[in-house]
């Protein structure tokens, strides 16, 4: 309508509904950027969650952000602040009860002067002894209330939010009756409740009889407890961080201001409290230091603040055993970080969710994990960027978008159907179309005339990839083109050649088969040891499930066999430098290998010389060929060196 007027400003509704939806693809394969560089699988998840998409709204974000307002807190004032203006008020009210003094000449005031002259140095001991002295001033007769007063009422409002007014008029005989029936019956209902007993109907009696008390209306007894075991165990802290003088003080002051029925209620209430919710954080202390003296609640305030944020930090941190997103208390994120924090959590939330909805992960009892999908994915990566590198030469150049598919033309053709990738009959298909529509011009194909070439299979490869996990593979930076290169051959064999059997075998002080979701996710083995005679017989054992195959072998290492089994015991044993029985066992492995007619192939990574003297020994003994390639070259020769061999002598 004309005249109309609007004004635009930052969406204030929560998360905003125009954002562009998260790229979980995209996230996805940032973490496979950082597994296939040599990273770890489950730390490039958690740091996907911790940076944020877009490097934005992570965790770690959030997590700096508690921390600084953690640091502020601990900054915030003196905690002996009570026991401060208790003292000051009690000058107070002693400066003017002398002063009325002074201006009388009996022997009374005398004695009350004397009697004031020999009060203890201890502000709590002062104030017990004066609590049934007769003043003759009015001002110090009520600045001596404040103190008793003010105390009562800050105690009670901090364990209780609703009895604002209440604990002003605390000093009342009627209310302090009030109170202390109303702390009778909750101690009475937590006792029945720690004693799991139905208190359902208790617990509406006593909401009945003391709602008012409680104006955040919890629904159960449960609730309730969590209202005042967060309040209680923050006024335990309070005490903790006092020296142990302070918290003399400030116990004695309590007392005389709460008097014997009150304090012994709330007594009670803490022990009630403290057994039904251990675990609060009741005995640390915190150094809050600051030059604003802080009042009974305020301390407890400042405490019981900190005490959030420490439990926000535990939550955001992630590193407990199954720890999820959904362990973060929203609401918490929101009282203390804001709501554009608590917006983040849920957008970490929604990718998380996402990432599993979509089946791009996975959890175990460790925590995320990539899924088969997501490795695939990754696997294709790491393929993609090997044969990327090939070039045309000796080696030849391999594309899979052209290569065709894994077998010898026949000279048959059959109909095309989805899904096949042999290579079109180009005359065949062409002679269907005419037959179909008449020699016309153009000549308009249809999906029902296309043939396609038909293929015989090729005989099948058993192939043992046998990679060192060895620690120096991580230090030497050799870990990532490592797992690259076995994650493009295993895609390879299962997307084009998924006749042939591929065995990956690790090998550190020992050796063990592994999976593509095991390789991605290895760690470095960090015990020494270079055990190629396990690996090799590991790798002879998946050669004989498969006689009828072609055997590979494969070796990716860069250090000496520096391990073996023990023939007596099977236990791995580790000497440097090595053993002849270490290099003994290892050659008859080598033995065995050739023996079952095995093409052997080593890759050696570094320029080490005694590895060089002995790979080059075992290619010789072997017939068997080794490579020195670069680490950026690593993939493109083990590749180019399956799709070579596969094809065999047979």
């Not at 496979?32 to 770890?40: D, K, Q, Y």
């Not at 019981?304 to 420490?310: G, M, P, R, T, W």
């Not at 690996?535 to 009828?548: E, K, N, Q, S, V």
Request: net charge negative; hydrophobic share 40%.
């Amino acid at each position: 309508m004309a005249g109309n007027r609007f004004r635009y400003g930052q969406w204030q509704g929560g998360p905003d509904p125009l954002a562009p939806p998260y790229d979980v693809r995209a996230a996805v394969d940032a973490v496979g950027a950082e597994v296939l560089a040599g990273g770890s699988l489950r730390d490039a998840l958690r740091d996907l969650l911790r940076r944020g998409p877009n490097n934005r709204g992570g965790l770690d974000e959030l997590a700096a952000r508690a921390r600084r307002l953690r640091r502020e807190a601990l900054r915030r004032g003196d905690l002996d602040g009570a026991v401060t203006r208790s003292r000051a008020l009690l000058d107070q009210a002693l400066a003017a009860e002398r002063d009325a003094l002074r201006e009388r000449t009996d022997d009374d005031a005398r004695f009350a002067e004397t009697v004031l002259d020999n009060l203890p140095r201890s502000t709590a001991r002062a104030v017990q002894e004066l609590a049934g002295y007769r003043w003759t001033s009015d001002e110090a007769r009520q600045t001596y209330q404040r103190i008793l007063d003010g105390l009562r009422g800050e105690v009670l409002e901090q364990r209780f939010s609703g009895l604002r007014d209440a604990a002003r008029a605390a000093g009342d005989p009627a209310v302090q009756a009030q109170l202390a029936e109303m702390m009778r019956d909750l101690n009475d209902l937590l006792a029945r409740h720690a004693r799991a007993e139905d208190t359902t109907d208790a617990f509406a009696e006593f909401m009945r009889r003391h709602g008012e008390f409680f104006p955040e209306q919890p629904g159960t007894v449960d609730e309730l407890v969590d209202v005042l075991a967060r309040r209680s165990a923050a006024g335990e802290r309070l005490m903790r961080s006092l020296s142990d003088r302070q918290r003399e003080e400030l116990a004695g002051l309590m007392r005389q201001s709460l008097g014997d029925r009150l304090a012994g209620e709330l007594s009670a209430l803490d022990a009630h409290l403290r057994a039904l919710r251990p675990d609060l954080n009741w005995q640390r202390g915190e150094r809050v230091r600051g030059d604003q003296p802080l009042g009974y609640g305020e301390a407890t305030g400042a405490l019981d603040e900190i005490a959030e944020l420490d439990e926000l930090l535990d939550s955001l941190d992630q590193q407990q055993p199954g720890a999820t997103l959904d362990d973060v208390d929203v609401d918490a994120v929101a009282r203390t970080l804001g709501r554009d924090a608590a917006d983040d959590v849920r957008r970490l939330r929604e990718l998380e969710r996402e990432l599993r909805r979509q089946g791009w992960v996975s959890r175990d009892a460790d925590g995320l994990t990539l899924s088969p999908k997501a490795l695939r994915r990754l696997a294709g990566t790491a393929l993609r960027r090997v044969f990327a590198d090939l070039t045309a030469g000796p080696r030849g150049q391999h594309d899979l978008r052209t290569a065709g598919a894994a077998g010898e033309v026949s000279g048959a053709s059959r109909q095309w159907e989805y899904g096949d990738e042999q290579p079109l009959d180009v005359v065949r298909t062409l002679t269907r179309a005419v037959r179909r529509a008449g020699p016309t011009v153009p000549l308009q194909l249809a999906v029902e005339d296309f043939e396609v070439v038909e293929t015989e299979r090729r005989a099948s490869a058993a192939v043992a990839l046998c990679v060192d996990l060895s620690y120096s593979m991580v230090s030497q930076g050799r870990w990532g083109p490592m797992k690259q290169t076995a994650l493009a051959l295993s895609h390879l064999m299962v997307s084009r050649f998924p006749q042939d059997a591929l065995q990956i075998v690790g090998f550190g002080r020992e050796a063990m088969p592994l999976t593509q979701q095991e390789l991605a996710a290895v760690e470095p083995d960090m015990q020494q040891g270079t055990n190629l005679q396990h690996a090799l017989r590991l790798a002879g054992r998946h050669l004989r499930r498969h006689p009828g195959a072609e055997p590979v072998v494969l070796v990716v290492t860069d250090g000496e066999p520096t391990a073996h089994l023990d023939p007596d015991d099977g236990e791995a044993y580790f000497h440097w430098p090595p053993l002849p029985e270490t290099i003994e066992a290892t050659i008859r492995e080598v033995d065995r290998l050739t023996r079952a007619g095995a093409t052997l192939n080593l890759f050696m990574l570094g320029d080490d010389p005694g590895l060089h003297r002995f790979m080059a020994a075992v290619a010789r003994r072997s017939r068997g060929r080794l490579f020195t390639p670069d680490l950026g070259d690593l993939g493109e020769y083990v590749v180019s060196d399956y799709l070579r061999a596969r094809h065999g002598r047979r």
